[in-house]
T-cell receptor, first 113, second 107 residues
Framework: GAGVSQSPSNKVTEKGKDVELRCDPI?????LYWYRQSLGQGLEFLIY????????KSGLPSDRFSAERTGGSVSTLTIQRTQQEDSAVYLC???????????FGPGTRLLVL | GIQVEQSPPDLILQEGANSTLRCNFS?????LQWFHQNPWGQLINLFY???GTKQNGRLSATTVATERYSLLYISSSQTTDSGVYFCAALGNTPLVFGKGTRLSVIA
């Protein structure tokens, strides 16, 4: 597509439920990033995929968070047993390579009640 | 890892005024980007500028990599320039964002 897309746009869930967030990167972009932005804050790096290499998971805040990227394209971020502190905007970005400009999707706004 | 600091944290401008936003980073970088986050939360690329100067309309940016800072210039500001401006730097770790400068342009 023309840009990075994310779904759903908004997600409201109950504490303890699992959620899946999806990211479709720009076609041809080999690198994909997930970030989290809490209200009024900057962006916090979560995880990074580059081609077929093992992902950099150093930013994941707990083992309740996981992500995968199938076929080098679409990525899914899964949060298990959601907590209220997981409420944030989850942003995905893609790029042609690790030193190239990153392009962001519109984000998924997650609210955990 | 790299530390990124932005200043000022908040800025209020009268429409038509000029401004300079600053980004300092703690180590050498391979990538330096400026973004504008609009009131709807969308992050919009402004500049990819690891070094040198670039201009795009009323906006321009300069990165002096040897002195570890970057500047974003906004001239003749408009109300639509309001939002948060983020600087982000990439060294040997994924992109590190500053806390942003919140700009409010009033008519």
């Amino acid at each position: 597509g023309a840009g990075v897309s994310q779904s759903p746009s908004n997600k409201v869930t109950e504490k303890g439920k699992d959620v899946e967030l999806r990211c479709d990167p720009i076609s041809g972009h080999t690198a994909l990033y997930w970030y989290r932005q809490s209200l009024g804050q900057g962006l916090e790096f979560l995880i990074y995929f580059q081609g077929n290499s093992a992902p950099d998971k150093s930013g994941l805040p707990s083992d309740r968070f996981s992500a995968e990227r199938t076929g080098g394209s679409v990525s899914t971020l899964t949060i298990q047993r959601t907590q209220q502190e997981d409420s944030a905007v989850y942003l995905c970005a893609s790029t042609r390579g690790p030193d190239r400009a990153q392009y962001f999707g519109p984000g998924t706004r997650l609210l955990v009640l | 890892g790299i530390q990124v600091e932005q200043s000022p944290p908040d800025l209020i401008l009268q429409e038509g005024a000029n401004s300079t936003l600053r980004c300092n980073f703690s180590d050498s970088v391979n990538n330096l980007q400026w973004f504008h986050q609009n009131p709807w939360g969308q992050l919009i690329n402004l500049f990819y500028i690891p070094s040198g100067t670039k201009q795009n309309g009323r906006l321009s940016a300069t990165t002096v990599a040897t002195e570890r800072y970057s500047l974003l210039y906004i001239s003749s500001s408009q109300t639509t320039d309001s939002g948060v401006y983020f600087c982000a730097a990439l060294g040997n770790t994924p992109l590190v964002f500053g806390k942003g400068t919140r700009l409010s342009v009033i008519a």
